[in-house]
């Protein structure tokens, strides 16, 4: 970009233009015309010169620009040299906000320049106009008061007139004449007078004062001695102006392409309004808007939904096609209009339809079962008997409820999520799931506010549009894993979808109108209820699934799980067949879990290796039935992965080992508790990765044991000469519950006594201080995990008694249940009996 040469001076200097610098009965100077007495070349420069200072501005010689002085120092410098040779030196200041810089704060390089013209204005101020003459050095200053005043030297530039310095001449001639065309406000005999030059100083000097220059960039080119160095910083100088200017005029001639699209888009659309009128046919908007009109009118939407449509209609009907907000409002409309406000299926009010067809889709599961039929009967009853249960006074504070609100609690593999579409299909209505996991923004429940560009509504409704149904069965899944941070918590967003009082005004951020969610059955999954916040617990209807049996795998297997690795694999029917005995295999020694996914991915596995032999025949072979025996298994997917009983025995053969039972998110699971003791004082170490809690139960536990070491035949000084270390095996995993401390204090025990713990035996219970054994929690997956793992004896707290009623009655047969109240007891029946000495092995 191109610019009049600043022309400021000294302190409070401000900058004008040439023509304000000049009283208007006088006329511009030519400088080639009117040149002054003494050329650059004859001037007589006098010892010491007043030295003005220049504020954001450098002066070079052969140049003339005007500045205006107006402060008391400048304007008496002005005052003395005007009446004398009118020559002063004229120096860039370092910073060109001080306003009076000192000797110290000036350059060294300077221009001697005459005044050439000076005008008094109106305000104090004068302006003058001068010419450079030649370059000067600063020696020293002599004065600073009234003014700046320095002895000065010539500092004539070095100029050679080779072929070099005429090719970047003509180069920079060239480049000016290009960066001219492209800034129209150089005046044209600037552009010819610098062409006629044969100086090449003066055509760098004359060159560099109308370009965009920077202070320092200016004051280095002034300074450069060698004229064809200061020529080739003149070509850089002009190179880069250009790429600047090039790609100024290609935005500009870019943003100049998009209005004129613009504007005639939008003259064409006028024009095409203006035929369509004569011809007598509505606009593409006009249509539009009737299209939303008639919408709105079948939607069925609330008082309040229609309202707010109807308005945002009118907005949009005066709106041009081609406004931002015309698209936003049409986007909004879409969303309103689709919703299913008025659309529902049917129920299925048929309880033997349903049960059938919950027993043919899953094996077991009574609970959840008697639970849907529950919820059919009723729907049932209430439809059938609407006149009679109509209430006499009408209640404005709780209304009747449509929907149920439930949750599903199990470990992975027990069919959760696959209950779901159960259900619906048994109800006959829609079905849908959303997954929960990992979201941690609230908005993605509640949905964004229009003000948001791009903004949309939440998973509840978006998932409402998409199933096309106000009451389907809406399955949540994994609720116990929802996040939070900044954004907001999902989980406090949830509170008003799933409470039966409230989801019947549920209002999404970007609807902002309430919908009903009441009609909706909401099923929602998760692995463990601790992760969920209690409110939002408090909402739902829980129902826990513990796990399967063996037996019950063995059913699940046959009538789903084989059937459809049979049909995965490419196989037929006629080609393999598994027997209960290979089932059972497959489930004791190959998976370890209280689900059956693990299971079907071992079935599966067996089955591409069938497969894998049937298509390796020949055409046309007589291919038999594969039989799938016990024997059969380690054949085709190698040895067993596990051995509950071995493993039992293996561990607890020696004194200071016990079995527990544990319950985890993956269902029910057996737990080793070690103890060992060596040479020390008094030391007990805790390992294992063991939480808080079990720390302070296995403390309670070593304090009993202590305190009943005369009972157990302890010496009284054993504890004072030996360390005790209790560790629980698979150090990886963190632990933590109380409901291991029986097992800790049986550990205990059977190391200080040296009788070994039952192989058969598993256990589980809090402890305290006095020996007391408390009821603890997850009973049924434990009695679960310990059936799985071929244990026959489990040791209970009295007060869980009444948790076996949730057992199945074949794990109840096959187990034998020790209720106890205090470790004594289960020392009792834990522990095995003491060797008896020998009358020989006496000692004489």
Excluded at 189 to 206: G, H
Excluded at 306 to 326: F, G, I, N, Q, S
């Amino acid at each position: 970009m191109i610019r009049k040469k600043k022309s400021s001076a000294t302190d409070d200097q401000v900058i004008t233009p040439s023509s304000e610098n000049v009283s208007s009965d006088q006329q511009p100077i030519d400088i080639k015309e009117e040149q002054s007495e003494e050329s650059s070349d004859e001037l007589n420069l006098p010892e010491t010169l007043p030295i003005l200072p220049l504020r954001g501005v450098v002066m070079y010689p052969y140049t003339a620009i005007p500045l205006t002085v107006g402060q008391p120092r400048s304007i008496r410098l002005i005052d003395d040299v005007a009446s004398k040779e009118r020559l002063i030196g004229l120096v860039a200041a370092h910073d060109p906000e001080n306003e009076q810089p000192g000797p110290g704060e000036i350059y060294d390089i300077g221009t001697v320049a005459m005044v050439h013209r000076l005008f008094r204005a109106p305000d104090g101020t004068i302006r003058l106009l001068v010419q450079g003459l030649a370059r000067i050095k600063i020696e020293e200053y002599v004065a600073t008061e009234p003014y700046l005043v320095a002895r000065v030297s010539r500092h004539p530039e070095q100029v050679e007139k080779t072929l070099e310095v005429e090719a970047l001449t003509r180069n920079v001639v060239d480049q000016f004449s290009h960066l001219a065309e492209l800034v129209p406000s150089i005046p044209a005999e600037l552009i010819s007078s610098t062409l006629n030059m044969d100086d090449p100083l003066q055509i760098a000097y004359a060159i560099a004062t109308y370009i965009r220059i920077s202070l320092e960039e200016s004051q280095q080119l002034l300074e450069i001695d060698d004229i064809a160095t200061k020529l080739r910083r003149l070509m850089t100088i002009l190179n880069k102006e250009l790429e600047v200017l090039e790609l100024g005029r290609q935005i500009q001639s870019q943003a100049q392409s998009e209005m004129e699209k613009v504007q005639r888009e939008y003259f064409l659309r006028e024009q095409l309004k203006a035929i369509q009128h004569e011809l007598g046919e509505a606009d593409e908007q006009q249509v539009e808007i009737e299209e939303f009109r008639r919408k709105i009118q079948e939607a069925g939407m609330t008082e309040e939904a229609e309202k707010e449509a109807r308005r945002e209609l009118d907005r949009m009907a005066k709106l041009p096609t081609a406004a931002a907000e015309y698209g936003v409002i049409r986007t909004y409309l879409d969303w309103l209009v689709s919703l299913p406000w008025s659309k529902r299926t049917e129920d299925n009010l048929d309880i033997a339809h349903a049960r059938e067809v919950l027993d043919a889709d899953h094996y077991g599961l009574e609970d959840i079962k008697e639970r849907i039929l529950e919820f059919l009967a009723v729907r049932k009853l209430r439809a059938e008997r609407a006149d009679e249960l109509k209430p006499d006074v009408t209640d404005y504070v709780r209304r009747e409820r449509e929907g149920a609100i439930l949750c599903f609690v199990g470990p992975p593999g027990v069919g959760k999520t696959s209950l779901g579409s159960s259900i619906a299909r048994a109800m006959g209505r829609k079905f849908v799931r959303m997954s929960l996991g990992g979201i941690r923004d609230e908005a993605e429940i509640r949905g964004f506010r229009r003000t948001y560009i791009g903004a949309m509504p939440g998973r509840i409704i978006q998932t409402l549009r998409r199933v096309e149904s106000r009451n389907p069965v809406m399955m949540l899944d994994e609720i116990d894993k929802l996040g939070r941070d900044f954004r907001g918590d999902p989980a406090s967003a949830l509170l008003e979808v799933l409470d039966p009082e409230q989801n019947h005004e549920f209002r999404d951020h970007y609807i902002d109108v309430a919908f009903d969610l009441s009609e909706v059955l909401f099923i929602t999954t998760a692995n463990e209820l601790e992760p969920i916040p209690p409110p939002l617990r408090d909402r739902m209807e829980i129902i826990t699934l513990n796990g399967y049996t063996e037996q019950e795998k063995v059913q699940i297997a046959l009538q789903y799980l084989v059937p459809r690795q049979i049909r995965e694999n490419g196989l037929r029917p006629e080609e393999i067949r598994f027997t209960e005995e290979a089932l059972s295999e497959l489930i004791n020694n190959y998976t370890r879990e209280a689900g059956v996914r693990e299971l079907e991915r071992q079935i599966g596995q067996v089955a591409r290796k069938i497969a894998t032999r049937v298509a390796e025949k020949a055409e046309g072979d007589g291919v038999g039935q594969h039989v799938i025996e016990k024997d059969t298994i380690r054949e085709l997917i190698g040895k067993p992965r596990f051995s509950y009983q071995t493993e039992i025995e293996d561990r607890t053969n020696q004194p200071g080992v016990a079995t527990g039972l544990a319950y985890t998110p993956m269902g029910g699971d057996i737990l080793f508790v070690e103890a060992a003791a060596m040479p020390g004082n008094k030391g007990f170490q805790l390992t294992g990765q063991l939480g808080s809690v079990m720390q302070e139960s296995a403390h309670a536990a070593f304090s009993y044991i202590r305190s009943r070491a005369e009972q157990l035949g302890v010496p009284a000084k054993y504890f004072e000469e030996h360390d005790i270390h209790l560790h629980v095996p698979a150090g990886a995993v963190p632990k933590d519950g109380p409901s291991a401390g029986v097992t800790m204090a049986t550990a205990l025990a059977s190391l200080l006594t040296g009788r070994p713990v039952r192989p058969n035996v598993a256990m589980t219970g809090e402890i305290t201080l006095r020996g007391k054994v408390l009821p603890v929690g997850g009973i049924k997956a434990k009695v679960l995990a310990a059936h799985r793992s071929r244990l026959d004896t489990v040791i209970l707290p009295r007060r869980n008694e009444q948790d076996l009623e949730e057992l199945p009655e074949s794990v109840r047969q096959s187990l034998n249940f020790i209720l106890v109240g205090t470790i004594d007891e289960v020392l009792e029946a834990a522990l095995m009996p003491e060797p008896e000495v020998s009358p020989e092995a006496e000692p004489a």
